[in-house]
Nanobody, 121 residues
Framework: QVHLVESGGGLVQAGGSLRLSCAASGRIFSINAMGWYRQAPGKQRELVAVITGGSSTNYADSVKGRSTISRDNAENTVYLQMNSLKPEDTAVYYC???????????????WGQGTQVTVSS
């Protein structure tokens, strides 16, 4: 079993900052990629940012320049620093990891339970 636990969400005023964290634990052999998705009410889940094992990154246009994704491979943890937050950033943010579990030969997708980010105007 692999578990992802997020932290760092909350209520912040527009223009403020938040740092989300997500730690992966369990029977992990390796993690290929980690990232963050978000889902606002009435909308589909969308990619926010992703980082590979080699530290290549990709960001949604809507957060590019305002957010930084980083990763601690030793701790199996991914971070998302979000600055200059806008009300439209309000959503549930989900951690994602593509994990090769111990004794498995391929990677599987795992998700966290989600953390609410609310940006007030």
């Amino acid at each position: 079993q692999v578990h992802l636990v997020e932290s760092g969400g909350g209520l912040v005023q527009a223009g403020g900052s938040l740092r989300l964290s997500c730690a992966a634990s369990g029977r992990i052999f390796s993690i290929n990629a980690m990232g963050w998705y978000r889902q606002a009410p009435g909308k589909q889940r969308e990619l926010v940012a992703v980082i590979t094992g080699g530290s290549s990154t990709n960001y949604a246009d809507s957060v590019k320049g305002r957010s930084t994704i980083s990763r601690d491979n030793a701790e199996n943890t991914v971070y998302l620093q979000m600055n200059s937050l806008k009300p439209e950033d309000t959503a549930v943010y989900y951690c994602y990891a593509k994990v090769v579990p111990i004794r498995f030969s391929r990677a599987y997708d795992y998700w966290g339970q989600g953390t609410q980010v609310t940006v007030s105007s």
